[in-house]
């Protein structure tokens, strides 16, 4: 019966982090129309990756449970596969996580990512966006999106998103703000 449990357990984690069904830990999030807060993370080829470079273009800036997990993976093959249309929109994608520099970098060669994913794991940029989650004991990123202007102000926030459509929901939300 203990060989029933295990497999078990990690069908619940897999199935609740695809969901992003997580408790809140700090649920102060930015809002609209707040400057949107700086920070420079290390990308998933461990450059630093600063908010303020990307002054003068939309940022998508999105948080997200785990690297390589069912409902990250599909979230991130969504945002790759627009991204010719966000690029085409003046927008670049940032995607963070508590997950380190090597977890990036391999979740970025085996899917094929382009865009850069950002390394959290002492969670400061992700606490600062009122994103900090926990799942059975376990500190996660929540799955929460914010949609930065060019002159870095959030235009636009997203919670506990679906990470099947998400990007979809982004576009037409950059296609509006963009009217």
């Given at each position: ?76 093959h969504n945002f790759q596969r627009d991204l010719p249309k966000?690029?085409a929109d003046n927008a670049v994608i940032l995607g963070v ?82 009217k």
């Amino acid at each position: 019966m203990k060989k029933l449990k295990i497999p078990a357990v990690a069908a619940a984690v897999a199935l609740a982090l695809a969901f992003g069904v997580a408790r809140a830990a700090n649920e102060t999030l930015p809002s609209v129309g707040q400057s949107a807060p700086t920070f420079t993370l290390p990308s998933q080829t461990g450059q630093p990756i600063s908010l303020e470079s990307y002054r003068g273009k939309w940022v998508v800036l999105y948080f997200y449970p785990k690297d390589m997990t069912t409902g990250c993976t599909i979230e991130a093959h969504n945002f790759q596969r627009d991204l010719p249309k966000f690029q085409a929109d003046n927008a670049v994608i940032l995607g963070v996580s508590l997950d380190t520099v090597d977890s990036h970098k391999q979740f970025c060669t085996k899917d094929g990512l382009t865009f850069h994913l950002l390394a959290d794991p002492d969670h400061r940029v992700v606490d600062e966006y009122g994103s900090l989650g926990s799942f059975m004991g376990f500190k996660i990123a929540n799955r929460n999106t914010f949609l930065i202007n060019p002159q870095g102000k959030i235009v636009k926030v997203w919670t506990k998103v679906d990470p099947t459509r998400h990007s979809e929901e982004v576009l037409a939300a950059l296609n509006e703000m963009k009217k």
